[in-house]
């Protein structure tokens, strides 16, 4: 099982991006797995950003990218996106993709994609 996130790269303040991750794996279960993005800033710990559960699609965000970021998945293609408007110098970050098994509570992390927000 590996997740591969893309569409990370360098935007303009105010500008968007929208990152996809994919699921490979012919025994990964997508809808056994809330899926969530998380970001690690240089010299910081790594933040939570956005979830959406498997159940429902519900969503939810950090206060920092509430209103700005949002979250989607297609079961069917075993995909998550990150769509993100208006970002922000501070946005900059390697951005990754994780699973959450909701029944095991083990993550699977992808290996991340780089978002660089500067003029």
């Known amino acids: 099982v590996q997740l591969v996130e893309s569409g990370g790269g360098l935007v303009e303040p105010g500008g968007s991006l929208r990152l996809s991750c994919v699921a490979f794996?012919?025994?990964?279960?997508?809808?056994?797995?809330?899926m969530r993005w998380y970001r690690q800033a240089p010299g910081k710990g790594r933040e939570y950003v956005a979830g959406?559960?498997?159940?429902?699609?519900?969503?939810n965000y950090a206060d920092t990218v509430k209103g700005r970021f949002t979250i989607s998945r297609d079961n069917a293609k075993k995909m998550v996106y990150l769509q993100m408007n208006s970002l922000k110098p501070e946005d900059t970050a390697v951005y990754y993709c994780?699973?959450?098994?909701?029944?095991?509570?083990?993550?699977?992390w992808g290996q991340g994609t780089q978002v660089t927000v500067s003029s």
């Open positions: 959406i559960a498997s159940i429902d699609s519900s969503a």
């Open positions: 994780a699973a959450l098994n909701r029944y095991s509570q083990r993550y699977i």
């Open positions: 794996g012919s025994v990964f279960i997508f809808s056994d797995y809330d």
